[in-house]
């Protein structure tokens, strides 16, 4: 059965819940407000359920005793509940896709009542309590578990004697990679391991899809463990170097993050690939921003929407939209794919993709070049597989980055939270936007496959990583997302659909992307977006623009433009560090970005450091200045190697002391002598009075 259709909110005539779902507390006389949208009733009556909460009209026509549902909001959606200290009769609930709902109850015992009922379902102390192990348990049959290596590494071609198959057994090679991973066929199990012990948690390159006409192959792969001590393995080079397909004399290697993070990860024990040890090895950096940055931006858009009026123009769209910097992150992940492609199918290079685990940013821009190279992957059951083969399988964090089976209440301050695949499905319905005919499918699917990645009626989107999913009995007891979709496939399919076989390219600076209203704007009034024909769409002026120079309110850190950001290098003459001040901010996945109110606050801060007094280094013996006012606090990475922190070495000038001896034996300091233009000055000056 398919979910109740809350993207329409107004529904009626709800004639039976779901299989598994009981109701659990109803509650009379309630309000109900969705902050900055449609909705704002007195009177309804509120019933919760295990799966989600129905708010009900009561009947208008006597006679008939007919009920209308209004909304109905499943309870997994809900990332915080909290209670209004001052006002004792109300609570406020905050979803994950960005609403504001405030619930006024006409007694106090309804609140409390209703705050624990909640609590109990939204937040289980237990994975097996989520209800798509409910939902599961009454399905005619179990989900089918999708193979990799008999279905989808097939249509690609590995199945010959240049691949093989490693089979992950038991997940004891990496715990976060499928159960069968290709690699070319020369490569040993015992190269396998010594690469394993080198690559950050285990994630060794392994290949994810093949050009059908030059063999130029698409890895995947985590960030090298090269710390601060340069460290090199051979193994690693060697496994890089059976990559070339061919008469391919290079390999490039795309790294998804800034340069500066993955500078600053060598302080944990990452890194990059040091291109002195690999030959014919091209490494370029793609500079798309970590998970806290991309987090803090989605907010901030959320907040413009829901505060957005039906009177605002188009400028004042456009002015909010550029400052959330929303845009200029999707236009950086777009650029790094087309960056891929352009390797790919007009170089004929094999392509290398990572960021610090492999599992976010390179996510994006894997499955995104495959959807652009490949038409398979634009068709509803391709697209399918692409989200299961290198999101679900290869290990996208869905539990940790979107909350699901939390017990803890306060569970919406984890910081490892981040939309990292709702930007991905933003990206896609860009492209969808930019070519209309060449997708199978419509936004209605990729609706409904953000709305299902945190409702968890099916199983599909449960916990980090394949062997989770198997050891929880995921596919044994819960329902699948894809079977749904299959069975309701006619309610997807793209009328303007040409399928055709060439892979898309097209010219980005050129291009201004739009807001996603159907996403973003679905609970305003239907009226909302009259004038809007066209639709919300980026300035022009802005294009080409890395980052805004004003921020928005206190969640927003102020950057400088990509051409003007400065990274840390290394000297090879007198093996000192150089540093600029943004390398305080350039960090990996796993630490908080520093976060200024106002730009002047930052530079006060970037004197400071420049003034900081020198100190000494035992590691390096060279001079080092204290550069940890403002640098953030870096998290422990447990699978990565343990070194100690060097602060960063600022140049500093010393005053000299001349010692001498008075009269009694003790030490004390002269003044050094006045130079010569000491002289010269005073001589001027003596001059010009006479």
Partial sequence: MFTVPYVNLLLSNLKSLYNGEEIKRTYTQVRATIVGGRIDREDLVMSVSNYQLHFIEKATNLELQESTLLFALPIMQISRIKKD????????????????????????????????????????????????????????????????????????????????????????????????????????????????????????????????????????????????????????????????????????????????????????????????????????????????????????????????????????????????????????????????????????????????????????????????????????????????????????????????????????????????????LDVVWQLTEIFPTRFEFTESLLLRI???????????????????????????????????????????????????????????PRHSFKLWTSYYLRWKEPTFLDGFESGIYEDPKYLGEAFPQEPVGSTLSPRKPDNSVKYATVSSTTKRVKTSTWVGTALDDSAELPIFSDPRKASLRRIKKRRAKPISNSHTGETLGDNTDSQPTLTTDSDLPQVSTPEIPVRTRKRRHHKIEDANGSEGQAKLPETTRHKRKESRGNNGAT
């Fill in 85 to 424: 200290k001052k006002k004792k009769l109300f609570l406020e609930l905050s979803t994950k896709d960005g609403r504001h709902i405030w619930l006024n109850f006409h007694k106090k015992d309804d609140r409390k009542s209703a705050y624990d009922t909640i609590t109990t379902y939204a937040f289980p102390d237990s994975c097996f309590r989520v209800f798509a192990y409910v939902h599961g348990a009454c399905a005619s049959s179990p989900q089918q578990r999708i193979l990799l290596q008999e279905t989808e590494y097939k249509r690609l071609g590995f199945c010959n004697e240049y691949f093989r198959m490693v089979h992950n057994e038991e997940f004891k090679l990496c715990s976060t990679y499928p159960e069968y991973i290709v690699l070319p066929s020369e490569i040993s199990d015992e190269l396998i391991e010594k690469v394993a012990g080198f690559r950050s948690r285990k994630r060794i390159p392994a290949i994810v899809w093949k050009h059908p006409k030059n063999g130029a192959l698409l890895i995947r792969c985590a960030q090298p463990c090269v710390g601060i001590n340069m460290n090199h393995c051979d193994a690693d080079a060697k496994l890089l170097s059976f990559l070339k397909v061919g008469s391919q004399d290079r390999i490039v290697i795309l790294d998804s993050r800034p340069k500066a993070n993955a500078v600053a990860n060598m302080l944990r024990g990452g890194g990059y690939e040091m291109t002195m040890h690999y030959h014919d090895t091209d490494l370029e950096f793609c500079d798309i921003e970590n998970i806290h940055a991309i987090r803090n931006n989605l907010q901030s858009l959320f907040q413009i929407c829901e505060q957005a009026t039906s009177s605002k123009t188009l400028k004042e769209w456009q002015k909010d939209l550029h400052l959330t910097q929303w845009f200029t992150h999707i236009r950086l992940i777009i650029k790094s794919a087309l960056r891929a492609v352009e390797i790919l199918q007009g170089k004929g290079h094999s392509v290398i993709v990572h960021c610090s685990d492999g599992w976010d940013r390179t996510a994006q821009t894997i499955s995104l070049t495959e959807l652009l190279l490949d038409p398979y992957y634009r068709t509803i059951e391709g697209f399918l597989m692409l989200i299961e083969k290198e999101w679900l399988q290869f290990g996208h964090q869905f539990a940790l980055r979107y909350g699901h089976a939390e017990s803890s209440i306060a569970n919406y301050k984890e910081s490892q939270r981040s939309p990292i695949f709702p930007q991905w």
């Fill in 450 to 508: 953000m709305d299902e990645l945190h409702t968890c009626l099916y199983g599909t989107f449960l916990y980090n990583s394949q062997k989770q999913r198997i050891e929880k009995r995921v596919y044994e007891e819960t329902s699948s997302l894809w079977d749904a979709i299959l069975l309701e496939k006619d309610r997807y399919l793209n009328p303007k659909y040409r399928p055709k076989s060439k892979h898309l390219y097209f010219d980005l």
